[in-house]
């Protein structure tokens, strides 16, 4: 048991990390780690200072082997204030491998995979991607859409959100149909949609979200490569 002698108090770690099945098994019976699922274990932690699971940063970082992933849902999109979304009840994360859902550590993430050689999301997010995030989300969000650009007109009007980072976001990731919405809301703020095309922007690729796919390019393959959340 010289392992768990390396192993940090509160860390999450691998089924390799701690030693094999067999290793966590006795260290599971002795109280040494906790069974997260999906082969993680949480060695178990001082509990005097509160903490009762790790975070979900700590989760995902070591399950997808520190390869980039984001974290989106309700939190980020009710902190945009265009309207109250519909509880998920799961942690939606935006990876290049992971696709479904799993119990770990007592939550249930969401896991959407992207396609290799496609930008899908960024690696810092500004306010502004969060937005086209949200409309490429819509019906997920349980939100409707005239509401929405109602309320992203009179937030562009008075200046929650910038016009020309939304214009720059949107002809970067989103789809066709969350471009002419953008164009939308810019119309409604008596905005300039300069360098907004309605219904050009980034191919369906560059879009974001677990909408129905769309049609896949030829040069587009499915797979994962390389967080908020950003990692």
Known sequence: ???????????????????????????????????????????SPDRSVGKTRPSDLEILSVLLRGKAFLVTGNERWDALGLGVTKPLGKLLVYTLRRKGEN???????????????????PTGPVREWWVIDLLENLELA????DAVLTSLSASLV???FNREVLVDQATTWATPSVLRMVSAALAGA??????????????????????????????????????????
């Open 190 to 231: 008596s905005l300039p949609r300069t360098g907004l095309v309605p219904g050009l922007g980034h191919s369906a690729s560059g879009s974001t979200g677990p909408r129905a796919r769309p049609k896949r390019q030829p040069q587009r393959q499915d797979d994962h490569g390389d967080a908020p959340l950003t990692k």
């Open 142 to 145: 349980g939100l409707e859409r």
């Open 103 to 121: 119990v770990i550590g007592g939550r249930r993430f969401w896991f959407v995979r992207v396609y290799k050689g496609a930008r899908r999301f």
């Open 1 to 43: 048991m010289s392992r768990f002698r390396r192993l940090r108090r509160g860390r999450v770690y691998t089924t390799a990390e701690v030693g094999g099945p067999k290793t966590a098994q006795l260290m599971i019976f002795a109280g040494w780690i906790e069974p997260l699922g999906k082969g993680l274990y949480w060695a």
């Open 158 to 160: 008075e200046g929650r």
